[in-house]
């Protein structure tokens, strides 16, 4: 079955623009999660969705935000973009409910970003 | 808040070598799960193996396994007969069960560059 796809895989912007990615989890999976990944500060995570809503949230700042539609596909959108935003966006889906417990999370291969 | 630390930023070993790989996390939780994450050049995570922290039996996966001590907060993995394809970061990842059945985000830790030598 397909995995988790993330559109585009690369992208670069200006700083002050938005931007905004995709992710479309694997078929059945509802709940979304979306992490950071840096090299000066790792893997972060910005935020989950499950059912549209907005579950859980990293400390990350208001510019970051995300949306769930109802076919379980999610968007994130940055906006004002800053230097510090370059980075791996990495999209993660898993099953809703206890399955994320005995089946973790199923990662994309992210989109990096470049922000100049 | 819980916080992963992976002590060793980069290993190598022969190939066919036994490595492990040094995992050590801090929390006040006493529900929650542990996960080993290999990123390879590709940039995928790859779900390695899993433990529930309420089971005391070291969670297996063919050539992966794992030394899990709750008390002390260990969570290391063993990679038997390493290989090639073996090379990759490895991210060791805690998850906080909520008592309702759900799950936070997960904390990753930094990561370990391990290199599998020809």
């Known amino acids: 079955k397909a995995g988790v796809t993330q559109t585009p895989r690369y992208l670069i912007k200006t700083r002050g623009q938005q931007v905004t990615l995709s992710c479309s989890p694997i078929?059945?999976?509802?709940?979304v999660s979306w992490y950071q990944q840096t090299p000066g500060q790792g893997l972060q995570f910005l935020f989950e969705?499950?059912?549209?809503?907005?579950?859980n949230k990293g400390n990350f700042p208001g510019r970051f935000s995300g949306r769930q539609f109802s076919n379980s596909r999610s968007e994130m959108n940055v906006s004002t973009l800053e230097l510090g935003d370059s980075a791996l966006y990495l999209c993660?889906?898993?099953?809703?409910?206890?399955?994320?417990?005995?089946?973790?999370?199923?990662f994309g291969s992210g989109t990096r970003l470049t922000v100049v | 808040a819980q916080t992963v630390t992976q002590s060793q930023p980069e290993m190598s070993v022969q190939e066919a070598e036994t490595v492990t790989l040094s995992c050590t996390y801090d929390?006040?939780?006493?529900?929650?799960?542990l996960f080993w994450y290999k990123q390879p050049p590709s940039r995928q995570m790859i779900l390695v193996i899993r433990?529930?922290?309420?089971?005391?039996q070291n969670a297996t996966e063919n050539r992966f396994s794992v030394n899990f001590q709750k008390a002390a907060k260990s969570f290391s993995l063993k990679i038997s007969d390493s290989q090639l394809g073996d090379t990759a970061m490895y991210f060791c990842?805690?998850?906080?069960?909520?008592?309702?059945?759900?799950?936070?985000?997960?904390?990753f830790g930094k990561g370990t560059h391990l290199i599998i030598q020809p």
């Open positions: 993660a889906s898993s099953l809703p409910g206890t399955g994320v417990l005995s089946s973790g999370y199923t």
């Open positions: 078929s059945g999976h509802r709940s």
């Open positions: 969705y499950f059912s549209e809503t907005q579950r």
């Open positions: 929390t006040s939780e006493n529900n929650y799960y």
């Open positions: 433990q529930e922290a309420y089971k005391q």
């Open positions: 990842a805690f998850m906080k069960q909520y008592s309702g059945g759900g799950a936070d985000g997960l904390t």
